[in-house]
């Protein structure tokens, strides 16, 4: 059961937060004491030194992982509460993630990548009306609508990355270093394109190191070692 | 479902390996079809040329040794079963009918100016003739001391038709018989073997040779009665100081030619078998190799809210996708092989296109199928359970 969309709750909630990765040689303590809270509509970027724990936090936000001590919320229900499938079927339904390395599948064509969600929501086969949409939302010509990702420059396949997050209309997104990979004026579209989504509703929370892309964002989380530090 | 897409192209994208993986299936399921095939033809070649007999117990003298298959002529007087025996033999069978058999081997000639030919004998006493149920191609059963049955081979090769006359012993010395009826093939028997033979009278036969003694005793068991009881009863009593008969339950020596038969077909369709675990074994090597290559692609999946199931199903059908395609081309090659394995090593393909055959197909088909399955199953089981996470941080 996916948690519906309440304006009541936060759309997600960390209390006393604690991510412990177990190594053959010692635990890892890579997030201690996270307590935060987002609303619907913030545009929040994580900052911090590498290996502080950003990615560690994202993961924990888009339920791919649960954390080994707090609870975490989401639109008022616990996370530690729901099954894989229900938390897969989260992801699906109500979470976009946007990847540094682009993460496109080779084996299809662009118009099946960004209908990949949709299929998994219907079951049922390519909606390349839908696709075209959400392709020309993100301005990328139609031209290359069935090329393969690899005929694709950085920038092109970061918008696909985009719309493939956008399909199904999900009212959170999630970036990990979205502009990690480009140069900074393809860069700057990107996040032009993720501030007319902010503008529109979208809850969206982007982990990135580099101030001028953190400056697109209206409140930035600091984290140091796996702690908030502002 | 996209799914199945990508599983079709992740097999085209790896042509030469998923081409590889399918040969090792092909020649799995040809290996266990073409021998499956092989020993049907076998089992159904032998069990063409043995005829039902029924269930009957056949005693013959006891020739030290061996026995089995003693019936036939020159024997010398001991080596027969005397009149007292039969009567013993035919007490303890009661109420099964024991019938006394004479037989050997003589030269005749028929019709007129004909080449002298060496058949069978046999001698019985027409009374028991219903009860050793010959079926007739023509003609009926003798009961006049002059007549005979002859076996449909002896017929056809020496154009015997009913009425038709045969002088028995070099130049007629042992007289003239009559064919009264012809008797439908009935193949190798462990009873009588009439095919080749010519069946007279017991009178006829004891005054032609003067003897008193018979070859073989043939048991035709009642039913309600063990052919393997009477068999003891038999040894019991004829055997009870010296061992001067041997007796043969033909419905056990059948189940155990069959038996072996039966036991030479599954070792043979088993050493085909291992052919199978080995492409089994190539399956789970190529399906294995997928899902490693593919473990940051998997990861993207699931984060995007990709069911476990739905990983699972796309590796399943790659498997079953090189496994049903592996298969039904061995399918298809098993005929081709079984068709050449038989006319080669049987020089007849005549039991080739039946039901034991299209099941032997099938079989491999299916078995080949399963494998295929089986081997997919723990690497897409593998690639479903993988943790996001670490997948995703997999280069
Ligand atoms: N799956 C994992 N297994 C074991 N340790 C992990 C795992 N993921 C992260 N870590 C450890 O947790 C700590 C935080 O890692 P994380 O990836 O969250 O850092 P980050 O802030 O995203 O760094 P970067 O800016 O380099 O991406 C690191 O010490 C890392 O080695
Ligand atoms: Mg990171």
Request: aromatic share 8%.
């Amino acid at each position: 059961m996916t948690p519906p969309e309440d304006d009541d709750q936060p759309v997600m909630l960390f209390r006393d937060v604690a991510k412990v990765y177990p190594l053959p040689a010692g635990d890892v303590r890579a997030l201690d004491g996270i307590s935060f809270q987002v609303d619907r509509g913030e545009f929040i970027s994580v900052m911090g030194p590498s290996g502080s724990g950003k990615s560690t936090l994202l993961n924990l936000m888009g339920c791919l992982d649960t954390p080994t001590e707090g609870d975490i919320y989401i639109s008022g229900t616990r996370i530690g509460d729901m099954s894989d499938a229900d938390l897969t079927t989260l992801r699906r339904d109500r979470i976009g993630f946007i990847f540094q390395y682009f993460n496109l599948f080779p084996l299809l064509n662009i118009i099946e990548n960004v209908t990949f969600p949709l299929m998994l929501k219907t079951g049922k086969g390519v909606d390349p009306e839908r696709g075209r949409e959400v392709l020309r939302a993100v301005q990328l010509d139609d031209s290359l609508f069935t090329h393969t990702p690899t005929e694709l420059s950085g920038g092109q396949q970061q918008r696909v990355a985009v719309a493939r997050a956008l399909i199904n209309n999900p009212d959170i997104l999630l970036c990990d270093e979205p502009t990690g990979n480009l140069d900074s004026k393809t860069g700057a579209g990107i996040m032009d394109l993720m501030t007319e989504l902010n503008r529109k509703g979208t809850t969206i929370i982007m982990v990135t190191h580099d101030p001028h892309i953190a400056e697109y964002s209206r409140r930035t989380i600091r984290i140091a070692d796996g702690r908030i530090v502002s | 479902m996209i799914f199945w897409e990508i599983a079709k192209r992740n097999i085209r994208l790896h042509f030469l390996r998923s081409t590889l993986a399918m040969l090792g299936i092909v020649i799995g399921v040809v290996a266990i079809a073409s021998m499956g095939i092989l020993g049907n033809s076998l089992v159904a070649t032998v069990s063409d040329s043995l005829s039902s007999v029924g269930d009957s117990v056949i005693v013959f003298p006891y020739a030290g040794g061996g026995g089995g298959f003693g019936g036939g002529g020159g024997s010398s007087e001991n080596l027969k079963i005397t009149d007292q025996q039969f009567q013993q033999i035919k007490r303890a069978v009661a109420p099964s009918v024991a019938i006394p058999v004479l037989s050997t081997s003589e030269r005749m000639k028929v019709g007129v100016g004909g080449d002298d030919i060496v058949a069978s004998v046999y001698g019985v006493d027409p009374k028991y003739l219903p009860d050793l149920n010959f079926e007739l191609d023509a003609g009926s059963l003798n009961n006049a001391n002059s007549g005979c049955l002859v076996g449909s081979e002896f017929a056809k090769d020496n154009n015997i038709k009913v009425g038709s006359r045969i002088s028995m012993g070099t130049d007629g010395s042992k007289g003239t018989l009559r064919v009264t009826g012809i008797i439908k093939e009935r193949g190798m028997s462990f009873d009588i073997s009439t095919d080749n033979a010519v069946i007279a009278t017991q009178d006829w036969y004891e005054n032609t040779y003067k003897t008193e003694n018979y070859d073989e005793v043939v048991v035709k068991v009642k039913s309600g009665q063990d052919t393997a009881d009477v068999k003891v009863v038999i040894e019991k009593q004829l055997n009870k100081r010296d061992k001067v008969v041997s007796v043969m339950d033909s419905k056990a020596t059948l189940a155990s030619i069959y038996e072996t038969f039966g036991a030479v077909t599954t070792f043979v369709t088993a050493i085909g078998g291992i052919s199978m675990v080995v492409a089994g074994v190539s399956i789970f090597n190529i399906m294995m190799m997928s899902v490693n290559e593919r473990v940051k692609e998997i990861g993207i999946m699931r984060s995007i809210g990709t069911q476990k199931k739905e990983v699972m199903s796309m590796f399943v059908y790659e498997a079953a996708i090189i496994g049903v395609i592996g298969s039904a081309v061995g399918g298809i090659l098993s005929l081709v092989a079984g068709y050449a394995i038989s006319a080669l090593m049987l020089q007849s393909t005549k039991y080739l296109f039946t039901f034991a055959t299209a099941f032997s197909v099938f079989e491999g088909v299916g078995f080949g199928i399963v494998v295929c399955l089986a081997c997919g199953l723990y690497p897409a089981w593998q690639a479903a359970n993988l943790n996001p996470i670490d997948a995703l941080r997999h280069e």
